[in-house]
């Protein structure tokens, strides 16, 4: 069984840091992390989902215009986990916030993780 698992959203004030965590588990994400591209999306309540940052399996990133300078996104595939690290956070930052995972290849993977809260407080 495959699986995205996000962590470390919470409740935070404007001007804080938060760290999310993605885990990919179970046999064919193993096999492809290091070769997919992971991306964080957020959707906000009474919006569409959107892209906040991706990372290529390279470690080529690209970020909304909305968090540039402010989130980083990283990836460590030794433990199959992306991150995205937040600071300066604002009370529009406040989204559920879903990790995905894509790869083309022989095997075709789009999947998405259940998301994280996180809510940013003015």
């Known amino acids: 069984q495959v699986q995205l698992v996000e962590s470390g959203g919470g409740l935070v004030q404007a001007g804080g840091s938060l760290r999310l965590s993605c885990v990919a588990s179970g046999s064919i994400f193993s096999r492809i992390f290091s070769r997919a591209s992971m991306g964080w999306y957020r959707q906000a309540p009474g919006k569409q989902r959107e892209s906040v940052a991706a990372i290529t399996s390279g470690g080529s990133t690209n970020y909304a215009d909305s968090v540039k300078g402010r989130f980083t996104i990283s990836r460590d595939n030794a433990k199959n986990t992306v991150y995205l690290q937040m600071n300066s956070l604002k009370p529009e930052d406040t989204a559920v916030y879903y990790c995905?995972?894509?790869?083309?290849?022989?095997?075709?993977?789009?999947?998405w993780g259940q998301g994280t809260q996180v809510t940013v407080s003015s």
């Open positions: 995905n995972i894509h790869f083309e290849g022989v095997t075709w993977v789009d999947y």
